[in-house]
């Protein structure tokens, strides 16, 4: 229950607030600069961030979004490319990362006695502290040869008549990428629904499983409903986490380009793209379009992180709780 | 809450308690599998990293081509640049935190909450851009800048944190002390801060953790830097992720076996900080809340 | 409360006198980037197998330390430009838009080598012949396996397996991209219209990767990876590379006396210094027609004139012995002749 001071007039003081001596006047300033100062923050980097894109915006305008194209020597420039990639394998990842997310949480919440949940839970919880550079370092070395020497092939003979699974195999290219973002988002999505599914009145499922369900019919008729919202956000904040991660992207993705319809073909990301490129563009042009992705990729981060919280902030209103 | 449909029929009841098996059997496989993965690239690290350990590894700087080094000057650099970051993020965090819990009307509060939050959520390369724009540009790279990179990546962790610990000192102990006579701002710092401060250093640790093995901020900000361990904070200095970044990516073995010895250095700060995080945190929040 | 206030009092002072002491240090130098006797630089990987030694040398010769920063010719330029750094290296010639940026900058070949095409084919021999117009296809997509019969013509008596070939390209901004890709315009006309030529091209197809290590990496990882880098990446990570064809019709590998060919047709070196060796006239059958000079980039108004004067003097001078061993060519005499020039341009700022 959150109590904030000045909400509660001391017994003895009553009809009144507390009078603010000078140290509070001094105190309060300097928590109230830190919080305008954090919020000017933010402000400033996102407008910076455009602006430093502008000589791009002002050459190609909105059209750069929906262009494909990234040639240093006729100096022209698109981000579709990246957009592209960017949804492909954050997507992929996603659709991997949430179901078995939701099994992680429910088997953490439901099928396991309380002594293992904590261990295991924290193990998972682990994943998510691992720098993703070192998860780049083990998907170059280790993941990425292992992908190409068994799972494309693996999949390229069962499922090879789908074009995302046909081609040759590659250490480098989305399907690592996307399995390094999975890695990413799981222990993020699962620790939230952990949380969500813990909060589910026992009440509720209880009188379901009196009613004769099974515990999966419980969990599919009461649990899972009862944190949908909470879900969606869950997977709205993974979703934000593999937009904006660069680096072991970057190390696994292969910097490549166009519109590869295959998953083991490299590709680039937003993030990936300005990664590699940033420090050794020597045109103008080139060096404003890849601030040009950074804000793109800026405004992506916002809308998804905003949605997570408008989504949040909706579920906890309808639950009761305060915001 | 939606509509609750479950039909009790007895016929049906072995085919759903086989889906019911099926199910549980899965989700089993996931934790499993969640818990493999994370067991595997630990274990790499551990193998391939454990290998090469050696004194030298700790105590030479890096080295030229063909010419095998170590990481001396990256830990210090690390050390450096987190640690300047980790005082400029805390009192930051920590005073918005009292101004959002103490100070702040419910409007404001979730504004500023909603803020914090996105600051979250921003990518860690595009903070590197924005600080390269202000700090680098013009001027040249340093360890403060990126230190100012890190700091904005852990002002809203910390922030965050301690709010949560603050919305958690019962009420009335602010109560008592107002009713006393003592005034807001010592209320504040002398008697609801102390009981808190496991909870802001366990926030810090967490922090702390999340930002020492961030790279992109550090490759605009700090990455091109010399060979030798250097104190001098208006320079770049190297870094343990960076090191790992460009080794990585390297055919020569030597410099594969000194990135997956900095993975391990890395990892086992991050986890080791983790952990105690985790279980400072259980202690203090038993603390606070009467054992509950 | 006391306590309390006292640390964050403590916290505060910390940092700030922290801050100050860096920001003094800087201030005291004068705005340089380093302490008194240390030269920094950063640029083109091509060139740090050589770099390298003569940092120990030259430290040894005359007390001074450089560092220097292998994140490709792209990045060396910025960095000078930039003047984040004391000089830059780059095997890519600015451009006349890249000089105006750099406020006034001199270019200064500094060492010559040749770009090897590396390849990774179990069971190939070393010296695998290929033509330029073979490569321009490699690279362009347009020939996809090893046992393409382009190849195999050139080649007889090579056991060439169904292999897909995997050009891998450097996704960083570099210099010998710049090489390579002069030399694929200047020898396929298909490659000049669809991609050209820079330090940073949109390639056709293949895996990217940064640095000559990142793309020597990649092909030690990957059978039937094919790609371009400083020669001394290929002997130093015992790589095979290809015997190329130069306009003789000849197919050459690169060796010094190869290199030395190729760097035979440069006549008097005038203007910039930037200076084309790739794919030499037919009169010149014993050159390796992906050689190239890589240069030195420094300011002409700089606080550690001096220094980089000194620095760089020596590493055309003495520094030049380091190279035959990494296969690094002797820089010719008209060469010298111009840089001693250039380097007279390098003075103290005010």
Redesign the interface.
Same mark, same amino acid.
């Given at each position: 229950?959150?109590? *904030?001071?000045?909400d509660?007039a001391?017994?003895?003081?009553e009809g009144g607030r507390?009078p603010?001596?000078v140290?509070?006047l001094?105190?309060?300033a300097?928590?109230?600069?830190?919080?305008l100062?954090?919020?000017g923050?933010?402000v400033w +980097?996102s407008y910076?961030?455009v602006a430093?894109a502008s000589g791009a915006i002002q050459k190609f305008g909105l059209s750069f979004i929906w262009t494909v /194209?990234?040639?240093?020597?006729?100096q022209n420039f698109g981000a579709l490319d990246f957009i592209y990639g960017t949804a492909l394998t954050a997507f992929i990842a996603l659709l991997i990362a949430t179901?078995?997310s939701i /099994?992680?949480a +429910?088997?953490?919440t439901e099928?396991t006695p309380r002594w293992i949940r904590g261990p295991?839970g924290?193990?998972?919880? +682990?994943?998510a502290?691992?720098?993703?550079?070192?998860?780049?370092?083990?998907g170059?070395?280790?993941f990425?040869?292992w992908i190409a020497q068994h799972l494309e092939p693996f999949l390229e003979r069962r499922l090879g008549f789908i074009p995302i699974f046909s081609g040759?195999p590659?250490? #480098?290219?989305m399907l690592p990428a996307a399995l390094v973002l999975t890695?990413m988002i799981?222990?993020i999505t699962?620790s939230l629904c952990r949380e969500l599914f813990s909060r589910v009145p026992r009440d509720?499922s209880d009188g /379901?499983l009196a009613?004769? /369900?099974?515990?999966?019919?419980t969990i599919r008729?009461?649990s899972i409903?009862?944190a949908g919202p909470g879900i969606v956000a869950a997977v709205l +904040?993974g979703l934000?986490r593999a937009?904006?991660? #660069?680096?072991a992207v970057t190390?696994v993705i292969?910097?490549?380009?166009g519109f590869p319809t295959s998953l083991f073909e490299?590709a680039d990301t937003l993030?990936s793209r300005?990664?590699?490129?940033?420090?050794?563009?020597?045109?103008?042009l080139?060096i404003d379009s890849i601030?040009y992705l950074?804000a793109i990729?800026?405004v992506i981060?916002?809308i *998804?992180?905003?949605a997570a919280?408008a989504v949040v902030r909706r579920f906890e209103r309808s639950r009761g709780k305060i915001? | 809450m939606s509509s609750f449909d479950v039909t009790v029929r007895s016929a049906g009841l072995r085919r759903r308690r086989i889906v019911q098996r099926v199910l549980a059997i899965v989700a089993t496989l996931c934790a499993l599998a969640a818990v493999t993965m994370l067991g595997i690239v630990i274990g790499s690290v551990a193998v391939k990293g454990g290998s090469s350990l050696s004194l030298d590894f700790f105590t030479k700087p890096r080295g030229l081509y063909g010419v095998p080094g170590g990481i001396a000057d990256a830990i210090v650099g690390s050390a450096l640049i987190v640690g300047i970051a980790t005082l400029i993020a805390v009192p930051i965090g920590v005073l918005v935190a009292i101004y959002l819990s103490e100070f702040a009307s419910k409007g404001i509060a979730t504004f500023v909450r909603v803020v914090l939050d996105v600051m979250n959520g921003i990518p860690a390369i595009v903070v590197g851009i924005f600080v390269f724009g202000v700090l680098v540009t013009g001027r040249g790279q340093s360890a403060l800048a990126g230190s100012c990179a890190l700091s904005i990546l852990m002002v809203p962790m910390i922030a965050r944190a301690t709010q949560e610990v603050l919305a958690l000192v019962p009420g009335g102990l602010r109560e008592a002390s107002l009713a006393l006579g003592v005034s807001r701002w010592r209320t504040v710092l002398g008697v609801v801060l102390p009981t808190v401060t496991g909870g802001i250093v366990t926030g810090t640790v967490l922090a702390v953790a999340r930002v020492a093995g961030e790279t992109a901020p550090l490759l605009f900000t700090s990455s091109i830097a010399a060979n030798a361990v250097n104190l001098d904070v208006s320079q770049a200095l190297p870094t343990i992720p960076v090191a790992i970044f460009v080794y990585s990516e390297s055919a020569d073995p030597h410099e594969q076996a000194l990135a997956w010895t900095s993975a391990l250095v890395l990892i086992s700060f991050v986890l080791v900080s983790s952990v105690m995080a985790r279980a400072l945190s259980a202690r203090s929040r038993r603390k606070l809340t009467g054992g509950h | 409360m006391k306590k309390t206030a006292l640390l964050i009092a403590a916290l505060t002072c910390a940092t700030v006198s922290l801050a100050a002491a860096g920001v003094s240090g800087a201030a005291s130098d004068g705005g340089s980037k380093a302490t008194a006797g240390t030269l920094t630089g950063a640029g083109a990987t091509f060139p740090f197998p050589l770099i390298s030694k003569w940092i120990p040398a030259y430290d040894q010769a005359s007390g001074t330390q450089v560092n220097y920063s292998p994140i490709g010719s792209g990045g060396g330029i910025a960095a000078i430009t930039a003047r984040t750094v004391d000089f830059g290296a780059s095997d890519a010639p600015l451009s006349p838009d890249q000089f105006t940026a750099c406020k006034g900058c001199v270019q200064i070949p500094w060492a010559l080598s040749a770009t090897a095409v590396i390849y990774n084919i179990p069971g190939a021999p070393q010296g695998l012949r290929l033509t330029p117009a073979l490569i321009a296809q490699m690279y362009l997509g347009s020939v996809t396996k090893w046992n393409a019969p382009g190849i195999k013509k050139l080649n007889p008596g090579v056991n060439l397996p169904d292999l897909k070939i995997t050009p891998v390209y450097r996704s960083d901004g570099s210099g010998t991209s710049y090489n390579f890709t002069d030399f694929l315009t200047k020898t396929s006309p298909t490659w000049k219209d669809k991609v050209g030529t820079g330090t940073s091209v949109s390639w056709p197809t293949g895996v990217g990767a940064r640095g000559s290590a990142g793309v020597t990496g990649v092909v030690t990882r990957t059978d039937g990876g094919i790609t371009y880098a400083d020669v001394a990446y290929a002997l130093t990570n015992k790589l095979k590379f290809a015997r190329v064809q130069n306009q003789a019709k000849k197919f050459t590998l690169p060796g010094l006396r190869s290199i030395n060919a190729a760097a035979s047709s440069v006549g008097k070196v005038t203007g910039n210094g930037e200076i084309s060796i790739v794919n030499p006239a037919k009169s010149q059958p014993l050159a390796y027609p992906i050689s190239t000079f890589t240069y030195a980039l420094a300011p002409t108004a700089s606080p550690k004139a001096d220094e980089l004067r000194k620095f760089i003097y020596w590493a055309i001078t003495s520094g030049q012995k380091f190279g035959p061993a990494l296969l690094f060519a002797p820089l010719p005499k008209q060469v010298l002749a111009f840089d001693y020039k250039q380097i007279k341009k390098i003075q103290a700022s005010t």
């Open positions: 229950m959150t109590t *904030t001071a000045h509660q001391p017994a003895g003081l507390l603010w001596r140290g509070d001094v105190f309060y300097l928590t109230a600069a830190a919080s100062a954090t919020v923050l933010v +980097l910076k961030v430093q /194209a990234w040639d240093p020597v006729k179901p078995v /099994a992680i +429910l088997f953490l099928l295991v924290t193990l998972v919880e +682990l994943l502290a691992i720098p993703s550079v070192i998860l780049g370092l083990w170059i070395l280790v990425g040869p040759d590659s250490q #480098a290219g890695l799981v222990p699962s509720l /379901a009613l004769g /369900a099974t515990r999966w019919e008729g009461v409903p009862y +904040l934000g937009f904006g991660e #660069a680096i190390q292969g910097a490549g380009s490299p993030a300005i990664a590699s490129e940033y420090q050794g563009a020597v045109s103008g080139q601030l950074a990729l800026l981060s916002l *998804t992180n905003v919280q915001a | - | -």
